[in-house]
T-cell receptor
């Protein structure tokens, strides 16, 4: 089957610290991989995506590389800000499956000033 | 342009009742998907509609149904509500391109349903 596993949260960091949120997936075929972010009281926003192996998605200082050999798509940021505090979701979508997404459980990030 | 809107934002119902949630997609978007978000199960895909037809379905019981109108607006209905249906219901819209790899979903803020 298809599934996404994320590291448990919450993750608490000080401002300017390095962030890694781990994400691994199980899927048949070759999925596209995504990171979404959810701020309090809001819906999800697409943060970045990668559609094939070795692709790197990046946006707003966040990066993630699609690693087929380790079935991973870890999210990283070199220097977090208080405004990055949110819940981060890793997700996959199989090719040809239109908009049927499989989401991880979400990782809450708290950044302290 | 206006984002995805969902109404109502909050809803309280009792067990056994039914409920209808509404989603208005971004103008020009033809695909609307629905998700259930709970602390225990996370985000789970309910179904996707494209051009008034359901083209994807998750693993939810038949009490959960939906439809899409010719203007792409979508409704989701839950009949015979159970306590476990308490959740945030999220709607997402996209252009609905074939293959979908370049298609980006935009989410609404959700409807918070509480079943007492």
């Amino acid at each position: 089957g298809n599934s996404v596993t994320q590291m448990e949260g919450p993750v608490t960091l000080s401002e300017e610290a390095f962030l890694t949120i781990n994400c691994t997936y199980t899927a048949t075929g070759y999925p596209s991989l995504f990171w979404y972010v959810q701020y309090p009281g809001e819906g999800l926003q697409l943060l970045l995506k990668a559609t094939k192996a070795d692709d790197k998605g990046s946006n707003k200082g966040f990066e993630a590389t699609y690693r087929k050999e380790t079935t991973s798509f870890h999210l990283e940021k070199g220097s977090v800000q208080v405004s990055d505090s949110a819940v981060y979701f890793c997700a996959l979508r199989k090719l040809g499956n239109f908009n049927k997404f499989y989401f991880g459980s979400g990782t809450k990030l708290n950044v302290k000033p | 342009k206006a984002g995805v809107t969902q109404t109502p934002r909050y809803l309280i119902k009792t067990r056994g009742q039914q409920v209808t949630l509404s989603c208005s997609p971004i103008s020009g978007h033809r695909s609307v998907s629905w998700y259930q978000q709970t602390p225990g199960q996370g985000l789970q895909f309910l179904f996707e509609y494209f051009s008034e037809t359901q083209r994807n379905k998750g693993n939810f019981p038949g009490r959960f149904s939906g439809r899409q109108f010719s203007n792409s607006r979508s409704e989701m209905n839950v009949s015979t509500l159970e306590l476990g249906d308490s959740a945030l219901y999220l709607c997402a819209s996209s252009l609905g391109l074939a293959g979908g790899d370049t298609d980006t979903q935009y989410f609404g803020p959700g409807t918070r349903l509480t079943v007492l």
